[in-house]
């Protein structure tokens, strides 16, 4: 399917839980988020059945993310039904790393080895600031692991002023032995609602950066729905890509439908939510309908993050949290 700007529309992202075992500060306060009931969250079934329906309006790309995913106790499970959907060629996973060592054996089974993992910091005390909990260990060595067992790694950092631009350079400095590309990403404002983040580190100050380190930094080619641009130094095995999130340099070429934890479906990450697919479905509709109304969503996606920001219905100040967008 193509939007009205002649887009592909072939990447869903859902958020299949609101739960977080951390508390990144950028991405909620530190008492966290009042969770939505687990009745409100999208069921098992349901969440298969919009797989089901985007599969065969040729959606080719899934992307499970959160909350922290593996706290949902049937993730495993969902992702075993999801890989029997033929009409996916990839499954994804955003995960914050703390939890999914026990179950990389059986992501490898299922042909499941694209995980992005977040990490914002090589340092353990800047770890706790960011995160307010001390897992730091626990998510490198799990790094290794996924390393070891050769999954498709891509490191997330969102990089803030004043608290980690220093990891930058040691960041990107892990795609010189891992094959695994490390992307640094601008802070966007959704946060809880708590805290301002108008002081951005933007993606221009972390390229300056990058090219002061790396003299001989080399930009790659862009691939359809690409939000990171990728660059590489001579001789590292991995890349480091830059995601700019917030300035929304990318927006042309957007392949993507966002549904949050409780069912919104986001055609823009900067939008207030289209409609609830979640109530849709419960008011007992069929899969032809609800492939009409993904039709429909898909043809209005507005045309850019700013279009879409402008269009909000409630205040322009951004009260939710990533934590149930998923990224
Ligand atoms: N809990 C998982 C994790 O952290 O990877 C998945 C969900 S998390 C919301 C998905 C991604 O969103 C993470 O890479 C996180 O760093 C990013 N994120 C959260 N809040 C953000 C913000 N305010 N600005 C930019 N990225 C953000
Ligand atoms: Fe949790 Fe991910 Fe948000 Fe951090 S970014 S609080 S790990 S959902």
């Known amino acids: 399917m ?11 992202r859902i958020a299949i839980t609101d739960r977080c075992n951390l508390r990144c500060f950028y991405c909620m306060p530190a008492e966290g988020m009042p969770y939505e009931a687990k009745s409100h969250l999208l069921s098992f079934e349901e969440i298969k059945r919009i797989l089901i329906v985007l599969g065969t309006l040729g959606f080719k790309k899934i992307r499970f993310t959160g909350g922290e995913p593996f706290l949902r106790k049937d993730f495993m499970q969902l992702l075993a039904e999801t890989a029997k959907l033929e009409a996916y060629e990839s499954i994804h996973i955003t995960s914050n790393g703390t939890l ?7 992501l490898k089974d299922l042909g499941i080895t694209k995980i992005n993992l977040s990490l914002d910091t090589l340092n353990k005390d800047r770890f706790h600031e960011i995160t307010r909990r001390d897992d730091f260990e626990k998510v490198m060595q799990t790094f290794y692991m996924l390393v070891d067992h050769k999954f498709q790694i891509k490191l997330n950092a969102v990089i803030m ?6 990891d930058i350079i040691p960041l990107a400095e892990l795609a010189k032995k891992h094959a695994v590309d490390v992307r640094f990403i601008e802070e966007m404002p959704f946060n809880g609602g708590y805290k301002n983040n108008k002081d951005m580190y933007r993606a221009t100050d972390i390229f300056a950066d990058l090219k002061a380190y790396y003299s001989t930094l080399e930009k790659l080619p862009s691939h359809h729905g690409d939000t990171a641009s990728l660059f590489r130094v001579p001789g590292y095995k991995g890349n480091i890509g830059l995601i ?12 993507r439908l966002r549904i949050s934890s409780k069912g919104e479906i986001k055609s823009c990450l900067y939008d207030d939510g289209t409609i609830n697919i979640r109530d849709f ?9 609800l492939a009409d109304k993904f039709r429909e969503i898909i043809r209005l996606k507005p045309m850019d993050g700013f279009t879409a920001e402008k269009m909000r219905k409630s205040p322009s100040n951004v009260m939710q949290s990533m934590s149930s967008i998923g990224g």
């Open 244 to 255: 700019a999130a917030f300035s929304r340099t990318f927006c042309g070429t957007c392949n």
């Open 100 to 106: 999914l060592q026990k179950h990389i054996q059986k």
């Open 161 to 166: 002023k004043g608290i980690n631009t220093q």
């Open 281 to 289: 479905i419960r008011s007992g509709v069929s899969n032809e309908v």
């Open 2 to 12: 193509t939007d009205s700007f002649n887009r592909p529309i072939d990447y869903v």
